[in-house]
């Protein structure tokens, strides 16, 4: 047999392991819907090259076994969750909400705390002149931490505020995600910062690609919004650190998203939040900040931190979102850009709505991502059929990630409904009762419902068949996007 002959099979032989190696690891990954096993099989198996490497990219959510020994320890250094902001309030809950919020305590730790008052702010631009506002009240500490910052009008108003606020001598500290803010990282502006004073860290730092591979998904984000001052007000919602003309991707303008002002003892969550990141990623020992004793109990709403993402269960976010479907009894609304669910997801919203709720979720009729659009499309049909009201909102797009039930009970924050929040990105969200929040929430989500028109059945079946099938290939491989 010729040399040539040899190689040959001895590539074929080795092409043939590799390719049994992963479609193996596939079957046996945990944390895994069957769909998306048969998915990454298909795909191992009908483009083995394509497929080895997409697998080694995208097929795993790893967070790296350096990071998560940084996390783990940044974990055990700081006090433990359930301790951090008082003592639980479940017993002011409406009975039939107070199963919500122990899911969401097996998430974190962190106890449904009561005391706590909020604000919802009215745009965009008050959200950012609100946090400048009280940046430049602080008397001791600022932290901030945002996916996407960009050097525009509101990044640097921020930018500003924080450099005022490190030259009066207080403690600041600024992290941003290394790819979603990498213009501003890079720029003068974080330069500038650093020389005033305030600490600097890009969260999930990529470095060298090829390198970061061997240790961890290159993807894995920190898509969190948080902001905390003097440990005694914190925000949070869908809004990054940014105009909302949002120029890295202005065509899709204006960006239209909601933030809330919180005061009360969960904000020592959200600080718990935070040091945890910074921890992990500076190794500056942040433990003193909870030290401090906590502030007279005062009356407020009760409320709680889920903070999701690597280092977290696996199914955190989307038993959140279903427990809240399942408990609603008259009116489920819900806001979200990106809608990729998995199946009990799906499952829930749709019984949600056979059972005599009026459920209606709201999507931007033009979406940055035509992949999620389309898989979100691709589910329009089932929902439809189940009696769900699909709106699609055409002034901008609606990025504010909201789900409010039977006007008393309001999630807010970061993650969104798809697979990406679900199992890559940390995301930070505050699940409360009250009804007169809910109330402003809710009609918050009636100006979006105002402005986005029903999506009926008949529009449905009215899309071409090439454009019904682009919608079903892309759904099929959501699993693997």
Known sequence: MHDSAVLGWLFLAIHAALQFIFIVRALLRPHREP????????????????????????????????????????????????????????????????????????VNGYLPVGGNRATLLPDSAAAIAAIVADIDAARESVHVLFY????????????????????????????????????????????????????????????????????????MRNHRKIVVID???????????????????????????????????????????????????????????????????????????IGSGGGVRYSAMPETFCSLMNVAQRELVITTPYYVPDEPIQAALCASARRGVATTIVFPRRNDSWIVAAASRSEYAELLAAGVTIREYVGGLLHAKTLTVDGEM??????????????????????????AFTQAVRARQQVFMDAAPIVTSEDVKAWSLPRQLLNNIIAMLGPVL
């Open 410 to 435: 309001t999630l807010i924050g970061s993650a969104n409904m798809d697979r990406r929040s679900f199992e890559l990105n940390a995301e930070n969200n505050i699940l409360l009762y009250d009804p």
């Open 148 to 219: 996407i910052w960009l050097a525009d009008g509101s990044g640097l108003k921020v930018v500003e505020a924080l450099k005022r606020a490190a030259s009066r001598g207080l403690v600041c500290r600024a992290m941003a995600d290394d790819l979603g803010s990498r213009a501003l990282i890079r720029s003068v502006h974080w330069q500038e910062m650093a020389a005033r004073g305030v600490k600097l860290s890009a969260a999930l730092k990529i470095g060298n690609p090829l390198l970061r591979l061997l240790d961890g998904r290159i993807d």
């Open 231 to 305: 440990n005694a007000v914190t925000y949070c919602g869908s809004q990054n650190c940014a105009d909302a003309a949002f120029a890295v991707k202005a065509r899709f303008a204006p960006w239209v998203d909601v933030m809330a002002r919180f005061e009360g003892p969960v904000v020592r969550q959200n600080q718990h939040l935070f040091a945890g990141n910074w921890m992990a990623q500076t190794g500056e020992d942040l433990t003193a900040l909870f030290r401090a004793p906590l502030p007279p109990p005062q009356s407020g709403f009760t409320a709680q931190v």
């Open 35 to 106: 769909a998306s096993r048969f998915a990454w099989v298909l795909v191992i198996a009908l483009a083995p090259v394509v497929g080895v490497i997409a697998y080694v990219l995208f097929g795993e959510a790893n967070l790296g076994r350096r990071r998560m020994a940084r996390l783990s320890a940044a974990r055990a250094a700081l006090p433990p969750a359930g301790e951090v902001a008082g003592p639980s309030s479940e017993e002011t809950v409406h009975e039939r909400f107070v199963q919500v919020f122990r899911g969401g305590r097996s």
